[in-house]
């Protein structure tokens, strides 16, 4: 684990003592260890810009959309100008957390959205590493003059970034928002709205698998102190998992009888989502949302992969349990990476090829583990 405030700085292997996290505020505890400068940073970068750009990566889930609408309530407060990007739209099923569609879609007007982040003084990333993640966008973020921040929670961030908040063990990239939101409102003053709390909650919510994995003791502290400000948990799950359409779940269903294969000679479970099953169940962005997790709900699987055609390639969606890194093993034959139990990437090979690659592939890193 590291926790990284600006290109020079970079500390490696702090411990956190359950305790420590229960009594203190989590970002104070690292900057007490490491010695290193605080949100203060971000807060002068904050404070010397008019006009804030925050970005999301490709293909948005919850923990980006919330950390983006959590964020842009925040910044709001203290009088800024606040612009919300991401590569792609987001899912249907998480517009109750962007209500007014503030938030843009560069694929939709690359132009227009190009010379609005030329315009900025400060961008903040969150919820990715590299700008790899938000396609072409990343192009446009890194020919900017502005300052640029990062917020995230995956391990080995670019260097691109001035200012870097990376904490690979934190729940989400919206529990680590909500501590340095905590630490901005004593440095710059401002509130965070309901709509902020609300989305912040849902990312955290969405990315631990609804409290099923990632979690830390400060995860639960951020859960009940935005309850007992009136966060409602039971409507947030309402509106995340009790708003499919029907051909979603009917998708759902042919994935887990028809088309999910088991490997127990690996105790890994595979799901090929083609271009043909989307369109024989109308799919729309999000439909597969978590299909990836049900397969290790079997008792004997620790490794389960869904493979989506996408257009020209295949998006490569990995989990795991017990000791079973994804991370490697998608860093070494999926051109991607991510946590330890759940990382992505992609594939440039037929879909009716993936099934055969998948299993040499996790023969090969299996053995190579030993």
């Given at each position: 684990m590291y926790f990284i405030?600006?290109?020079?700085?970079?500390?490696?292997?702090?411990?956190?003592?359950?305790?420590?996290?229960?009594?203190l505020h989590p970002l104070n505890y690292i900057n007490k260890v490491s010695n290193i400068a605080d949100t203060s940073l971000l807060a002068g970068a904050i404070s010397k810009a008019e006009d804030i750009i925050l970005v999301g990566h490709i293909n948005p889930d919850g923990d980006s959309i919330g950390s983006l609408m959590g964020m842009k309530g925040y910044l709001e407060?203290?009088?800024k100008k606040v612009t919300p990007i991401v590569p792609n739209p987001y899912p249907e099923f998480l517009g109750f957390l962007d209500i007014e569609k503030e938030v843009l879609a560069y694929s939709n007007e690359p132009e227009a959205i190009?010379?609005?982040?030329?315009?900025?003084?400060?961008?903040?990333?969150?919820?990715?590493?590299?700008?790899?993640?938000?396609?072409?966008?990343?192009?446009?973020?890194?020919?900017?003059?502005?300052?640029?921040?990062?917020?995230?929670h995956h391990p080995q961030p670019d260097t691109i970034f001035n200012i870097v908040y990376s904490y690979p063990q934190m729940s989400s990239t919206c529990e680590l928002t909500y501590w340095v939101i905590k630490d901005l409102v004593e440095i710059l003053g401002g509130s965070m709205p309901m709509h902020s709390a609300i989305a912040l909650y849902t990312g955290m919510m969405t990315d631990t698998n609804n409290f099923g994995n990632s979690v830390l003791p400060s995860t639960f502290k951020m859960a009940a102190e935005l309850m007992e400000a009136g966060v409602d948990k039971e409507w947030i799950q309402k509106m995340v998992y009790g708003g499919y359409s029907a051909d979603r779940m009917r998708l759902m269903g042919y994935m887990l009888y028809q088309n999910m294969k088991l490997i127990p000679e690996y105790n890994a479970a595979v799901m090929v989502l083609t271009k043909a099953i989307k369109e024989q169940y109308n799919f729309s962005d999000g439909d597969s949302e978590g299909f990836v997790n049900l397969a290790l709900n079997i008792k004997s699987v620790k490794v389960s992969a869904l493979f989506t055609e996408d257009n020209g390639f295949l998006r490569v969606s990995l989990r795991s349990k017990d000791d079973f890194s994804v991370n490697r093993l998608s860093r070494a034959y999926f051109n991607g990476g991510g946590h330890e139990r759940a990382a992505g990437g992609r594939l440039y090979i037929p879909a009716g090829e993936v099934e055969e690659y998948f299993v040499k592939s996790l023969g090969q890193f299996i053995e190579s583990e030993k």
């Open positions: 405030v600006n290109n020079r700085t970079k500390v490696k292997n702090i411990f956190f003592p359950c305790n420590i996290f229960l009594n407060t203290v009088g190009g010379e609005k982040v030329k315009g900025a003084q400060l961008i903040i990333c969150m919820d990715f590493n590299s700008l790899k993640r938000i396609d072409t966008l990343g192009e446009v973020i890194a020919d900017a003059a502005a300052e640029k921040a990062l917020i995230d």
